[in-house]
């Protein structure tokens, strides 16, 4: 199983971007996913996540204006970034839980390669 994050890029604040993140492979199934962000100098925090029965939650700084959404049957999370902020600079991750059968342990946690969101004053 692979994750495959995109999307990121240059924005001035106000704007908005999609981040996509793909999990690749056969035989499995999503758990749970998430998006992280680590802005330079600080660490890794959630942004937000949805579960297996598509509820959301977000953290405070991104509520109302960042919303999590995914296609189940292409295995794909969207971030959608609305009334982007430059202290929403950062490299963006997806991470999910993901169940594989074949897998020891059969549940793990994968992670995308980032992405890097840039949002201009």
């Known amino acids: 199983v692979q994750l495959v994050d995109s999307g990121g890029g240059l924005v001035q604040a106000g704007g908005s971007l999609r981040l996509s993140c793909v999990a690749s492979g056969s035989g499995f199934s999503v758990v749970e996913c998430g998006w992280y962000r680590q802005a330079p100098g600080k660490l890794r925090e959630p942004v937000g996540v949805?579960?297996?029965?598509?509820?959301?939650n977000y953290a405070f700084s991104v509520r109302g204006r960042f919303n999590i959404s995914r296609d189940i049957p292409r295995n794909t999370m969207y971030l959608q970034m609305d009334s982007l902020k430059p202290e929403d600079t950062a490299d963006y991750y997806c991470?999910?839980?993901?169940?594989?059968?074949?897998?020891?342990?059969?549940?793990?946690?994968?992670w995308g390669q980032g992405t890097q969101v840039t949002v201009s004053s």
């Open positions: 949805i579960t297996s029965n598509g509820i959301t």
């Open positions: 991470n999910c839980i993901i169940d594989d059968p074949r897998a020891w342990p059969r549940q793990d946690i994968y």
